[in-house]
């Protein structure tokens, strides 16, 4: 078992440019979660799927964010036009049940917006 | 205001000392969850412990439902756990069992 897999681990982008983060859970798990870990802030949840399924995006800013889930065995987070802010450690995790389970974390991304 | 709120912030030790790591929430609780960060390194789960006592090793994670509290005990401690302890608590509401954490006790053991 390969644990959570995110790519990539380090991405650098200039202010307006996209970034892609992709996240492979682990095999079996059902659910899967996206967080967001500044030193301000903590660690700050965005969004979550069920079985594929968006369930609860609260966390997520209005604008530029999106997150997607085309199949069991990965997601996607896109920050369009990004920004200085938008600078922190990108976080996935998968559970095998969505409220009752131990939430397995990826090693995350770490987003540098220059 | 936090509904997680983890005491204390940051603690230094010298190896072989023990440490006691507080987490105290604001809402009620099913369960939480302790995590060990390393600097620059992934969330790693140590308890998932909805109550009681269990045990780990050198660590101790007790959580007491009705008082809204949970403790992370360090016995002996080495220059190896040094990072960052963060303690969450999984909100369950409708679908969603996403984790609320609080902002972690920063843990330094000197040789």
């Known amino acids: 078992n390969a644990g959570v897999i995110q790519t990539p681990r380090h991405k650098v982008t200039g202010k307006g440019q996209e970034a892609t983060l992709w996240c492979e859970p682990i095999?079996?798990?059902?659910?899967v979660f996206w967080y967001r870990q500044t030193i301000v802030q903590g660690l700050e949840f965005l969004t979550y799927?069920?079985?594929?399924?968006?369930?609860?995006d609260s966390g997520m800013p209005k604008e530029r964010f999106s997150a997607q889930m085309p199949n069991q065995s990965h997601s996607t987070l896109k920050i369009q036009s990004t920004q200085p802010q938008d600078s922190a450690v990108y976080l996935c995790a998968s559970s095998s049940d969505w409220g009752v389970d131990t939430q397995y974390f990826g090693p995350g991304t770490r987003l540098l917006v220059l | 205001g936090q509904q997680v709120q983890q005491s204390p912030a940051s603690l230094v030790l010298q190896e072989g000392e023990n440490a006691e790591l507080q987490c105290n929430f604001s809402?009620?609780?099913?369960?939480m969850q302790w995590f060990y960060q390393r600097p620059g390194g992934s969330l790693v789960s140590l308890f998932y412990n909805p109550s009681g006592t269990k045990h780990s090793g050198r660590l101790t994670s007790t959580t007491v439902i009705k008082e809204r509290r949970s403790s992370l005990h360090i016995s002996s401690s080495q220059t190896t756990d040094s990072g960052t302890y963060l303690c969450?608590?999984?909100?369950?509401?409708?679908?969603?069992?996403?984790?609320?954490f609080g902002l972690g006790t920063t843990l330094q053991v000197q040789p």
């Open positions: 969450a608590l999984p909100r369950i509401t409708g679908n969603t069992g996403k984790l609320i």
């Open positions: 095999s079996g798990h059902s659910a």
């Open positions: 799927f069920r079985n594929q399924a968006p369930i609860d």
């Open positions: 809402t009620s609780l099913n369960s």
